[in-house]
């Protein structure tokens, strides 16, 4: 099944179709000074190593990361270090946060924790999709057969449906934004 994150991740049945926020980002001159790599090794909470920057948008980071007490992967959330913190800033990165602790569909992206490191990085602790965005899926392949198109759609709107039911609109659907999975 296809999963979706708060905010953005959705997914798909077939190979699974996740509405992710690891949308491809070009970044204006100057953004983003900080190496990619930069935050790898960091331990948040003591408790989530990050591993690798598996995605950046406008205003975030994903990275793989290694829960150090069970041993298990997790894809954690950060606000990308150039973006402009303020206090809507920060309200908005909180409350995709609770928007994703209320989203339980197979579908959507599962939520884990919210949390804020000592130093104040407040960071997002989501399900670890392994796979491809549609986006990527489109370039490579071009045209999908009608099946294939018809398996993303329903998983899609399944999710979308359901937040929707719950009052929450995702505001930022493109083929960047479904993630699908493989299992």
Not at 2 to 17: F, S
Not at 35 to 56: A, M, N, T
Not at 75 to 86: I, Q, S
Request: with cysteine; glycine share 10%.
């Amino acid at each position: 099944a296809d999963r979706a994150e708060p905010g953005a991740p959705l997914q798909a049945d077939g190979p699974a179709t996740s509405v992710l926020t690891q949308e491809p980002f070009d970044p204006p001159a100057g953004f983003g000074a900080t190496e990619p790599g930069g935050r790898v090794g960091r331990i948040l909470g003591g408790r989530y190593r990050l591993e690798e920057r598996v995605g950046c948008g406008a205003m975030g980071e994903v990275f793989r990361a290694l829960d150090l007490r069970c041993r298990r992967r997790y894809a954690v959330k950060l606000v990308h270090p150039d973006a402009p913190r303020d206090l809507r800033a920060d309200r908005r990165f909180w409350n995709e946060a609770q928007m994703a602790a209320r989203l339980h569909h197979p579908n959507i992206v599962s939520w884990s924790e919210f949390n804020r490191d000592a130093d104040g990085t407040d960071f997002m602790v989501l399900e670890l999709l392994e796979g491809q965005d549609l986006g990527e899926l489109l370039e490579q392949s071009g045209k999908l057969p009608l099946r294939r198109v018809m398996d993303i759609v329903r998983s899609v709107g399944s999710a979308l449906q359901y937040a929707h039911d719950l009052g929450i609109v995702h505001r930022d659907i493109k083929p960047e934004n479904i993630f699908l999975s493989q299992h």
